[in-house]
C-alpha cells in the first residue's frame, strides 16, 4: 500500500499543487497526516477483517522507515516549488537504483546480469536527460551562493531518494523479520508512526 504515498505528487501533477507566491498554499504535514490517517485506516479494517487484533504492542522498528518516509513525503512538496513536476517525477526514479544497490549490500539480494544492465541503462538515462542542464551545474560549482532553483532541486531529490531508498531497505528487512504478523498489522504501524511523525513535524512549526 505505498502506493497510496505518491497520491500527493499525484494531485501536484493535476495542478492542485498551485503555489502563491512561490510558496504551496496549504500545510504539507496537514496533507501528509490525511493521507497516512487513510491509510492506516484501510489497513486496520483489513487487520479487523480478517479476525485479527489491532490491540497489540507496535514494533518500534516500524519508526525507521516511518521516520524516512516522512522526510519524503513532504521533500516532494518542496521540490515542486524548485522543479516542475515532470522533472521531479523523472529523477525519483533514482530511488530504484540506490534501492536495488542497498539490497544488494545490506540485504545480501542477489540480481541477475539483466537487473544489473537495466540499473545501469537506467542511470545512464537519468544522466543524460539532465545533460542540458549541465551548465546551471558547473556555475553552481563555481558559485555555490547563486545556485539555481534547478541545482537545489537536483541535490534535494538526490537526498530524498537516497532517504527513501534507505526506508523502502529497511522496510523490506523489518518485515520479513516480522513475517509471522498479517502485512495489514505490518503496515498500521508502518502508518501510525508516518501520523505521529507528521504530527510532529506539524507541532513544530508552530512552536518555531
Not at 490491540?55 to 513525503?73: E, H, N
Not at 521531479?88 to 544497490?101: I, P
Not at 505490518?186 to 508552530?206: D, E, H
Amino acid at each position: 500500500m505505498r502506493e497510496w504515498s505518491v497520491v500527493a505528487r499525484r494531485l501536484i501533477d493535476r495542478g492542485v499543487a498551485r503555489q502563491v507566491d512561490g510558496k504551496l498554499p496549504y500545510n504539507t504535514f496537514v496533507v501528509m497526516i490525511l493521507v497516512e490517517v487513510f491509510k492506516a485506516a484501510i489497513s486496520a479494517a483489513f487487520q479487523i477483517q480478517s479476525g485479527n487484533s489491532l490491540m497489540k504492542t507496535p514494533s518500534l522498528w516500524y519508526a525507521l522507515p516511518g521516520f524516512c518516509y516522512m522526510i519524503t513525503d513532504n521533500l516532494t512538496f518542496v521540490l515542486m516549488t524548485l522543479l516542475d513536476p515532470a522533472t521531479v517525477n523523472l529523477l525519483w526514479n533514482g530511488k530504484v537504483v540506490f534501492t536495488a544497490l542497498l539490497m544488494y549490500f545490506v540485504l545480501g539480494s542477489v540480481f541477475t546480469r539483466t537487473k544489473w544492465i537495466a540499473l545501469v541503462m537506467l542511470t545512464a538515462s537519468l544522466i543524460l536527460s539532465e545533460v542540458p542542464k549541465l551548465s546551471e551545474l558547473q556555475s553552481a560549482a563555481r558559485h555555490p551562493n547563486e545556485a539555481s532553483p534547478f541545482v537545489w532541486g537536483l541535490v534535494l531529490t538526490l537526498v530524498g531518494t537516497m532517504i527513501v531508498s534507505g526506508g523502502n531497505v529497511s522496510c523490506e528487512w523489518i518485515m520479513k523479520k516480522d513475517k509471522e504478523e498479517t502485512l495489514f498489522w505490518q503496515n498500521f504501524q508502518l502508518y501510525s508512526f508516518g501520523i505521529v511523525f507528521n504530527l510532529v513535524g506539524y507541532a513544530s512549526q508552530w512552536a518555531a
